[in-house]
Structures are given as C-alpha cells and as structure tokens.
C-alpha cells in the first residue's frame, strides 16, 4: 500500500530553520506531483508549497513564498521542504501528500490522493 511518512519536525525558535523530510511508498514516486499542507489548531488544513512530478514546477503560498523552498530527490524517492525565517504562525501539523494531477491544480487539497500522518513544526517566539 501506498505509504508517505514525514520527518523533521520539532521545536524551534523564530527565526530558525528546519527541513521537513517526506518519504514515499507503494507508488511510483516519479509519477506524482507531491505538496506540503498544514494544520494549525482550530484552523483547517492549507496549501504550504506543491512540486511537479519532474520537479520542473513548483508553487508556494503567499505567506511562505520565499522562506520555503520545495524539492525533491525522484532517485529517493523524497520530497522536501526547506523552511528558513521561520515565524510562530508557522506553527502547525505538517503533511506531505501525492496526486496525479494537473500542475494548474497542484494547490486544491481536494486533488491529492494520497497524505502522509503530518509531523510537528512549533516555533516559539
């Protein structure tokens, strides 16, 4: 079965940096755009950053756009996410998730397939 477990979460200051790790699975890695939403408490789950399938493609949300950075290694079958200047409303549940879909719609949490369990991201003030 098809498997995505995230790691490299934990606890940071602002201002601080961390790389959140997503391996796949049970699927052809190489086939899927990958994306990394949150969930913050009380909040519903956001689009954070999307990777086309050849890694050609990529989009970010306003509020991370150029203090993330989204890659991944097809021969590892692993999708990143470098997350620099972190902020405390960055705190949240991440998660990395699969779809087969178009690049137009790699930022709709309706179009992905496949999640991950989410790991821990909490960044103190």
């Known amino acids: 079965q098809v498997q995505l477990v995230e790691s490299g979460g934990g606890l940071v200051q602002a201002g601080g940096s961390l790389r959140l790790s997503c391996a796949a699975s049970?699927?052809?890695?190489?086939?899927?755009?990958m994306g990394w939403f949150r969930q913050a408490p009380g909040k519903e789950r956001e689009f954070v950053a999307a990777?086309?399938?050849?890694?050609?493609?990529?989009v970010y949300a306003d509020s991370v756009q150029g203090r993330f950075t989204i890659s991944r290694d097809n021969a590892k079958n692993t999708v990143y996410l470098q997350m620099n200047s972190l902020k405390p409303e960055d705190t949240a549940v991440f998660y990395c998730?699969?779809?087969?879909?178009?690049?137009?719609?790699?930022?709709?949490?309706?179009?992905?397939?496949?999640w991950g369990q989410g790991t821990q991201v909490t960044v103190s003030s």
């Open positions: 998730a699969a779809g087969w879909m178009s690049i137009g719609t790699m930022t709709r949490r309706q179009e992905y397939d496949y």
């Open positions: 990777i086309s399938w050849n890694g050609a493609s990529t």
């Open positions: 049970g699927l052809t890695f190489s086939n899927y755009n």
